[in-house]
């Protein structure tokens, strides 16, 4: 039987638990994109709770920094993500239209891209 912390199971098996915690951000996810406002930010709560219950799950853990200014690459991503008192990654948040192939980028995001890319851990979603 699992057990409910912060609306996330936390379930006998890895492939349960990811299960029900990528069926509850679904949930939130859709749920924030119904209302009004720009998508990028309605999505943040999701994706923030999505991040803690995933290094909860793994014990570890977790900050995350929005949009950290990292200014030798003249470039601001939606969240520089600390774990163990490191950054360990950035995120980069997309709408969900956006094809995340790097060789579709055009504009903005192949410039964003280009300073992003060498970044360790640069997700894009």
Known sequence: MASVIWGFFVAATVSDWLSSTVSVFGEEWKAALAGPGEPEAAIRPPIERLLHAVCDN???????????????????????IRVNRAITGYLEVK???????????????????????????AVHC
């Open 95 to 121: 709408k969900r239209t956006t094809d995340i192939g790097p060789t579709t980028f055009n504009g903005h995001n192949r410039a964003q891209w280009e300073r992003l890319k060498d970044l360790p851990v």
């Open 58 to 80: 793994l014990r570890v853990s977790m900050a995350y920094y929005p949009e950290p200014a990292l200014d030798a690459l003249k470039v601001r991503p939606d969240y520089a």
